[in-house]
């Protein structure tokens, strides 16, 4: 069977598509051009690559045209952000496929009622990408219920793994909290700490795309979240990053106020991105469906990328 896979050279492509090709496969891959797999593997040198700007052909009415005449039997797609995207694909390979895997994100949920989140919660999104992911996912399952048109939605938390900074405990991305944490140097936190984030391995999430295909006939028409066992809370996960390294978390929680004029505002926006959603999904749907068991918990995955960073200088312990 052959596969496209349409951004396939991202964090989640790297582990995907060697998975495609010794499962046996004929895979090609669609990108700009413009980045390369995180890890080496030999797999690639039997796929396909086509370079192609998807806004650019989207913009002429081309793109889903241009899949289809790949012939595809299965197409996964890891870079849909807005829902004329998506339309189009679906005009085009409606009845020509067996398969259509999207790529969501667990920001669909927004403010969470019950914790873990499950797949059946009332979506309230809080951003823009939030909002488009949930407009995309109800348009591909209702196609999939009402026109037969064989949509699967997966939506990962925060994706880490080599190559990849981790969402850190302070719920950005500034890799100076890190070395700080592994020196036992003081970090401050907002609030008490208690907000939660939800990773999970790349290598896990390619994975889950597998076990989609593999049960298409229940995946199919569905919707699942792709995360790691358990979340965390900030300030159990600045203990556990310190405790690598043999120190004690030194931890000053600040109220909001008072901790937002301590960073960047770029550090400002992503923590109170990620705190207000303070993710925490269940996968009890993907386990019982897809038989989806994560080789990674959440410390694990981050571990594995904190290590990466430390081995390329980008963490400074």
């Not at 990773?199 to 569905?222: P, T, Y």
């Not at 203990?239 to 550090?267: H, R």
Request: hydrophobic content about 40%; charged content about 20%; proline content about 5%.
């Amino acid at each position: 069977m052959r596969v496209v896979v349409i951004g396939g050279t991202g964090h989640v492509g790297t582990y995907l598509v060697p998975f495609l090709v010794e499962a046996g496969y004929e895979v090609i891959v669609l990108n700009r051009g413009k980045t390369d797999p995180y890890i080496s593997n030999s797999a690639w040198t039997y796929v396909r690559k086509i370079y192609t700007d998807r806004e650019d052909e989207e913009q002429k009415g081309n793109f889903g045209k241009f899949v289809n005449n790949l012939k595809p039997d299965i197409v996964i797609d890891m870079i849909c952000f807005n829902i004329e995207s998506a339309k189009q694909l679906v005009e085009a390979l409606r009845d020509n496929v067996t398969q259509f895997i999207s790529c969501g994100s667990i920001w669909v949920y927004g403010n969470s009622t019950e914790v873990p989140t499950t797949e059946d919660q009332f979506k309230k999104p809080l951003e823009d990408y939030g909002i488009n992911k949930a407009k995309i996912e109800e348009y591909l399952l209702r196609e999939a219920h009402c026109s037969n048109f064989p949509a699967t939605v997966l939506h990962p938390g925060h994706i880490v793994g080599p190559g990849w900074i981790p969402v850190n405990p302070a719920g950005n991305l500034n890799t100076d909290i890190f070395s700080r944490l592994a020196r036992g140097e003081e970090i401050k936190l907002p609030n008490i700490g208690m907000e939660t984030l939800h990773h999970v391995h790349a290598e896990d999430v390619a994975r889950i795309f597998m076990l989609a295909i593999k049960n298409w006939k229940n995946s199919v028409g569905e919707s699942f979240n792709v995360v790691s066992p358990k979340a965390l809370t900030l300030r159990g996960y600045a203990e556990k990053v310190a405790s690598w390294f043999g120190k004690n978390a030194v931890i000053e929680y600040l109220p909001w106020e008072k901790w937002s004029k301590t960073s960047s505002s770029e550090d400002v926006a992503e923590t109170w991105e990620h705190i207000s959603h303070s993710p925490n999904c269940s996968i009890e749907k993907a386990k019982k469906i897809l038989d989806y068991h994560p080789h990674y918990s959440s410390l694990e995955a981050i571990h594995e990328s904190v290590n990466w960073l430390i081995s390329n200088g980008i963490i400074k312990i």
